[in-house]
């Protein structure tokens, strides 16, 4: 790939060990609209990436209310059962 050697020139200077040819990468004659245009397009994938991230993010958090819940509805419900087994015991004299 290569980067211009300055903001609206049309110079350009390679770049040593560039990606590959990707849609993301610069070919030889990259112009500064080019540039600016790839720019953008990433910033506006940036932005979408940062959006879906918090809505995950939102999911994770209700996830983990739900789970902390049913864990605490199974503990009730353990400890009732463990009660009327233990009941059913003493009244079988077991």
Partial sequence: GRLPAAAGGGEEVPVEGGPPDHSYSLSSGTTSEELLRKLNEQRDIIALLEVKMKEM??????LRLAEAQLREEIREKDRLLHAASAGTRKRHGL
């Fill in 57 to 62: 993010k939102g999911s994770i958090r209700r």
